[in-house]
């Protein structure tokens, strides 16, 4: 994601399907992502949880933190509410990255290839 960020354009491709082109910038607006960033003690355990919560459409681990995406912001923020309080968690909103784009776009395209 390093070098992809640095490029003028990108495209990513699955399955010999262009997803999507264009700047970084393009690329990550495309993905109409709200993004709130999940950090403190133990926040990867809440991951599993989080990817079954309604109005989110996507839970990353970057390192200590968590990336939790969706399409909406208002269930996105309800969905993390039960977070907010605990002494342990910090949550905050975010811009979505070019990676979040990537993960959320490979995750729901199509394997064509997989009669399966």
Excluded: W
């Excluded at 993905?31 to 949880?49: D, K, M, R």
């Excluded at 968690?89 to 990676?99: D, F, I, N, S, V």
């Amino acid at each position: 994601m390093d070098e992809a960020e640095r490029c003028h354009e990108i495209a990513y491709m699955a399955y010999g399907k262009l997803m999507v082109t264009g700047t970084v910038k393009e690329v990550v607006a495309a993905s109409n992502l709200e993004s709130y960033l999940i950090t403190g003690a133990h926040v990867h355990e809440l991951q599993a949880e989080l990817e079954t919560a309604e109005g989110v459409d996507l839970v990353a681990p970057f390192g200590s933190s968590l990336h939790v995406c969706g399409h909406d912001r208002a269930a996105l923020e309800r969905a993390i509410q039960p977070y907010r309080d605990r002494p342990d968690t910090q949550c905050r909103p975010g811009e979505a990255t070019l990676e979040d784009a990537f993960i959320y776009m490979m995750n729901a395209s199509k394997d064509n290839f997989n009669d399966g």
